[in-house]
Protein backbone atom coordinates (compact mmCIF):
# COMPACT_ATOMS: atom_id res chain seq x y z
CA UNK A 1 0.00 0.00 0.00
CA UNK A 2 2.84 2.47 0.47
CA UNK A 3 3.69 2.48 -3.28
CA UNK A 4 -0.09 2.85 -4.29
CA UNK A 5 0.62 5.94 -1.61
CA UNK A 6 3.32 7.74 -3.06
CA UNK A 7 1.89 7.44 -6.33
CA UNK A 8 -1.29 8.54 -5.26
CA UNK A 9 0.17 11.84 -4.00
CA UNK A 10 2.89 12.23 -6.34
CA UNK A 11 0.45 11.64 -9.47
CA UNK A 12 -2.04 14.41 -7.52
CA UNK A 13 1.05 16.86 -6.55
CA UNK A 14 1.76 16.79 -10.71
CA UNK A 15 -1.99 17.74 -11.28
CA UNK A 16 -1.40 20.58 -8.51
CA UNK A 17 1.45 21.74 -10.18
CA UNK A 18 0.74 21.98 -13.97
CA UNK A 19 -2.78 23.62 -12.26
CA UNK A 20 -0.84 26.30 -10.54
CA UNK A 21 1.40 26.81 -13.33
CA UNK A 22 -1.16 27.54 -15.88
CA UNK A 23 -2.56 29.84 -13.67
CA UNK A 24 0.28 31.86 -12.70
CA UNK A 25 0.86 35.50 -14.02
CA UNK A 26 4.02 34.35 -16.29
CA UNK A 27 2.51 31.80 -18.61
CA UNK A 28 -0.49 34.01 -18.70
CA UNK A 29 1.57 36.71 -19.70
CA UNK A 30 3.51 34.05 -22.00
CA UNK A 31 0.45 33.36 -23.82
CA UNK A 32 -0.65 36.95 -24.25
CA UNK A 33 2.74 37.18 -26.16
CA UNK A 34 2.19 33.93 -28.42
CA UNK A 35 -1.59 35.14 -29.19
CA UNK A 36 -2.04 38.59 -28.73
CA UNK A 37 -3.77 40.24 -25.91
CA UNK A 38 -6.88 39.94 -27.17
CA UNK A 39 -6.92 36.14 -28.29
CA UNK A 40 -5.32 35.21 -24.86
CA UNK A 41 -8.21 37.15 -23.16
CA UNK A 42 -11.01 35.39 -24.67
CA UNK A 43 -9.67 31.39 -25.03
CA UNK A 44 -6.90 31.34 -21.76
CA UNK A 45 -9.98 30.83 -19.60
CA UNK A 46 -11.93 28.08 -21.36
CA UNK A 47 -8.80 25.88 -22.09
CA UNK A 48 -7.85 26.04 -18.75
CA UNK A 49 -10.97 24.97 -17.64
CA UNK A 50 -10.99 22.14 -20.21
CA UNK A 51 -7.21 20.93 -19.21
CA UNK A 52 -8.38 20.64 -15.54
CA UNK A 53 -11.47 18.57 -16.63
CA UNK A 54 -8.94 16.60 -18.71
CA UNK A 55 -5.92 16.07 -16.36
CA UNK A 56 -8.39 15.51 -13.16
CA UNK A 57 -10.23 12.57 -15.29
CA UNK A 58 -6.79 11.53 -16.05
CA UNK A 59 -5.91 11.33 -12.61
CA UNK A 60 -9.13 9.60 -11.36
CA UNK A 61 -8.32 6.89 -13.92
CA UNK A 62 -4.75 6.51 -12.69
CA UNK A 63 -5.55 6.33 -9.00
CA UNK A 64 -8.83 3.74 -9.77
CA UNK A 65 -6.41 0.98 -11.01
CA UNK A 66 -3.34 1.31 -8.16
CA UNK A 67 -3.61 -1.78 -5.96
CA UNK A 68 -6.48 -0.16 -2.70
CA UNK A 69 -7.62 -0.94 0.84
CA UNK A 70 -10.84 0.20 2.54
CA UNK A 71 -9.87 2.08 5.98
CA UNK A 72 -13.80 2.19 6.85
CA UNK A 73 -17.54 2.20 5.67
CA UNK A 74 -20.17 4.06 7.48
CA UNK A 75 -23.54 2.94 8.12
CA UNK A 76 -26.62 4.31 8.32
CA UNK A 77 -27.47 6.80 9.91
CA UNK A 78 -24.40 8.56 9.54
CA UNK A 79 -23.71 7.72 5.92
CA UNK A 80 -26.83 9.92 5.34
CA UNK A 81 -25.75 12.71 7.23
CA UNK A 82 -22.47 12.38 5.49
CA UNK A 83 -24.00 12.72 2.35
CA UNK A 84 -26.15 15.74 2.92
CA UNK A 85 -22.82 17.17 4.60
CA UNK A 86 -21.62 16.68 0.94
CA UNK A 87 -24.39 18.14 -0.88
CA UNK A 88 -24.13 21.63 1.45
CA UNK A 89 -20.31 21.67 0.63
CA UNK A 90 -21.52 21.84 -2.79
CA UNK A 91 -24.06 24.07 -2.69
CA UNK A 92 -21.45 26.56 -0.98
CA UNK A 93 -19.36 26.02 -3.79
CA UNK A 94 -22.27 26.72 -6.33
CA UNK A 95 -23.37 29.52 -4.11
CA UNK A 96 -19.42 30.97 -4.73
CA UNK A 97 -19.26 30.72 -8.15
CA UNK A 98 -22.98 32.20 -8.28
CA UNK A 99 -21.41 35.33 -6.75
CA UNK A 100 -18.34 35.00 -9.20
CA UNK A 101 -20.79 34.62 -12.20
CA UNK A 102 -21.09 31.04 -13.44
CA UNK A 103 -20.63 32.16 -17.39
CA UNK A 104 -18.00 34.47 -15.85
CA UNK A 105 -15.89 31.82 -14.08
CA UNK A 106 -16.04 29.80 -17.28
CA UNK A 107 -14.78 32.58 -19.41
CA UNK A 108 -18.11 32.40 -21.40
CA UNK A 109 -18.76 36.37 -21.79
CA UNK A 110 -14.74 36.66 -23.20
CA UNK A 111 -14.95 33.85 -25.60
CA UNK A 112 -18.76 35.29 -27.20
CA UNK A 113 -16.56 38.45 -27.37
CA UNK A 114 -13.74 37.50 -29.53
CA UNK A 115 -16.50 35.21 -32.15
CA UNK A 116 -18.67 38.21 -32.55
CA UNK A 117 -15.94 40.15 -33.82
CA UNK A 118 -15.78 42.94 -31.21
CA UNK A 119 -12.38 44.61 -31.05
CA UNK A 120 -11.92 44.82 -27.06
CA UNK A 121 -12.12 41.50 -25.17
CA UNK A 122 -11.62 42.28 -21.41
CA UNK A 123 -9.16 39.90 -19.32
CA UNK A 124 -11.02 37.11 -17.44
CA UNK A 125 -10.74 36.80 -13.76
CA UNK A 126 -7.48 36.63 -12.32
CA UNK A 127 -8.53 34.16 -9.87
CA UNK A 128 -11.48 32.73 -7.96
CA UNK A 129 -12.78 35.62 -6.31
CA UNK A 130 -15.23 38.65 -7.35
CA UNK A 131 -14.42 41.57 -9.29
CA UNK A 132 -14.18 45.12 -8.21
CA UNK A 133 -17.39 47.21 -7.70
CA UNK A 134 -17.95 51.03 -9.27
CA UNK A 135 -16.09 52.17 -6.18
CA UNK A 136 -13.35 50.22 -6.88
CA UNK A 137 -13.65 47.99 -3.99
CA UNK A 138 -13.68 44.23 -3.93
CA UNK A 139 -16.80 42.75 -4.72
CA UNK A 140 -17.15 40.50 -1.45
CA UNK A 141 -20.91 39.28 -1.37
CA UNK A 142 -22.15 36.18 -0.25
CA UNK A 143 -19.85 33.48 0.77
CA UNK A 144 -16.71 35.66 -0.27
CA UNK A 145 -17.96 37.87 2.80
CA UNK A 146 -17.13 35.19 5.29
CA UNK A 147 -14.04 33.79 3.63
CA UNK A 148 -11.86 35.05 0.85
CA UNK A 149 -11.57 31.30 -0.64
CA UNK A 150 -15.05 29.67 -0.70
CA UNK A 151 -14.65 27.68 -3.56
CA UNK A 152 -11.10 26.16 -2.14
CA UNK A 153 -12.74 25.49 1.20
CA UNK A 154 -16.11 24.32 -0.43
CA UNK A 155 -14.30 21.45 -2.09
CA UNK A 156 -12.66 20.20 1.65
CA UNK A 157 -16.20 19.10 3.49
CA UNK A 158 -17.04 17.25 0.20
CA UNK A 159 -13.64 15.27 -0.45
CA UNK A 160 -13.65 13.77 3.56
CA UNK A 161 -17.59 13.01 4.16
CA UNK A 162 -17.06 10.09 1.74
CA UNK A 163 -19.17 7.34 3.50
CA UNK A 164 -16.64 4.85 2.08
CA UNK A 165 -12.83 5.73 2.79
CA UNK A 166 -9.78 4.06 1.40
CA UNK A 167 -6.52 4.21 1.86
CA UNK A 168 -5.71 5.78 -1.40
CA UNK A 169 -8.58 8.07 -0.99
CA UNK A 170 -7.41 9.45 2.43
CA UNK A 171 -3.94 10.19 0.47
CA UNK A 172 -5.47 11.43 -2.33
CA UNK A 173 -7.81 13.90 0.17
CA UNK A 174 -4.72 14.93 2.44
CA UNK A 175 -2.83 16.03 -0.90
CA UNK A 176 -5.20 18.05 -2.40
CA UNK A 177 -6.29 19.70 0.80
CA UNK A 178 -2.86 20.83 1.15
CA UNK A 179 -2.98 21.93 -2.34
CA UNK A 180 -5.83 23.94 -1.77
CA UNK A 181 -4.80 25.93 1.05
CA UNK A 182 -1.20 26.17 -0.58
CA UNK A 183 -3.33 27.37 -3.85
CA UNK A 184 -5.32 29.94 -2.02
CA UNK A 185 -2.34 31.86 -0.65
CA UNK A 186 -0.67 31.69 -3.86
CA UNK A 187 -3.97 33.42 -5.25
CA UNK A 188 -3.68 35.66 -2.83
CA UNK A 189 -0.48 36.79 -3.99
CA UNK A 190 -1.80 37.27 -7.28
CA UNK A 191 -4.98 39.19 -6.39
CA UNK A 192 -3.07 41.36 -4.67
CA UNK A 193 -0.53 41.65 -7.63
CA UNK A 194 -3.90 42.76 -9.66
CA UNK A 195 -5.60 44.68 -7.40
CA UNK A 196 -3.70 46.60 -4.91
CA UNK A 197 -5.16 48.19 -2.08
CA UNK A 198 -8.72 46.99 -3.14
CA UNK A 199 -7.32 43.80 -2.12
CA UNK A 200 -5.73 44.31 0.93
CA UNK A 201 -8.54 46.42 2.30
CA UNK A 202 -10.60 43.00 1.29
CA UNK A 203 -8.13 41.06 3.78
CA UNK A 204 -8.14 43.71 6.39
CA UNK A 205 -12.37 43.30 6.13
CA UNK A 206 -12.81 40.59 8.61
CA UNK A 207 -13.74 37.95 6.21
CA UNK A 208 -11.48 35.07 7.21
CA UNK A 209 -8.84 33.73 4.61
CA UNK A 210 -10.20 30.10 4.43
CA UNK A 211 -12.39 28.72 6.82
CA UNK A 212 -15.47 31.05 6.41
CA UNK A 213 -16.93 32.64 10.04
CA UNK A 214 -20.26 31.39 10.82
CA UNK A 215 -21.36 35.04 12.48
CA UNK A 216 -20.54 36.74 8.64
CA UNK A 217 -22.02 33.76 6.86
CA UNK A 218 -25.29 34.23 8.47
CA UNK A 219 -25.40 37.73 9.01
CA UNK A 220 -27.88 39.88 6.67
CA UNK A 221 -25.81 41.40 4.03
CA UNK A 222 -25.29 44.98 3.79
CA UNK A 223 -24.32 45.68 0.29
CA UNK A 224 -21.41 45.25 -1.62
CA UNK A 225 -18.01 45.78 -1.31
CA UNK A 226 -15.92 44.83 1.59
CA UNK A 227 -17.32 46.31 4.95
Aim: aromatic share 8%; with cysteine.
Amino acid sequence: MLKSIVKIVGATALFAGVHSLLASRAVKRGAAKMLGERRRNALYRPLYNVQAVITFGALALYGGKLPDRELYRASEPLSRLMRCGQALSLLYLLYGTRQIGLLRFAGVPNLWALLAGRTHVPREPEGQGPALDARGAVKATGPFRASRHPLNFGMIPALWLMPRMTVNLAAFNTAVTVYLIAGSLHEEARLRATYGQAYLDYQKSGANFFIPSASRLLAPGRGEGHE
